[in-house]
């Protein structure tokens, strides 16, 4: 029994190729869930209410944690 060699390697970049296609990257994947996060789409589509009460909610969040940063590292409000 001989072994194909040139086999192995079409098969190899076959599933490589396959792979590749099918995955995104780290950066891509957190984005986007951040995005999804803060654009409320775990809300409810049809509660326009709800949606948008989780987007501003979200936004104050993000704003109130900046100014929580911002003085840890300057000492600046408090």
Not at 35 to 64: I, S, T, Y
């Amino acid at each position: 029994m001989s072994h194909d060699p040139d086999a192995d390697a079409r098969e190899a970049r076959r599933s490589l190729d396959a792979m590749g296609r099918s995955s995104h990257g780290v950066f891509d994947s957190a984005l986007h869930r951040g995005v999804d996060h803060f654009a409320g789409r775990d809300a409810p589509a049809e509660d326009r209410v709800e949606v948008w009460g989780r987007r501003l909610g979200r936004a104050l969040g993000l704003v109130f944690l900046v100014v929580l940063v911002v003085n840890l590292a300057t000492g600046w409000f408090f």
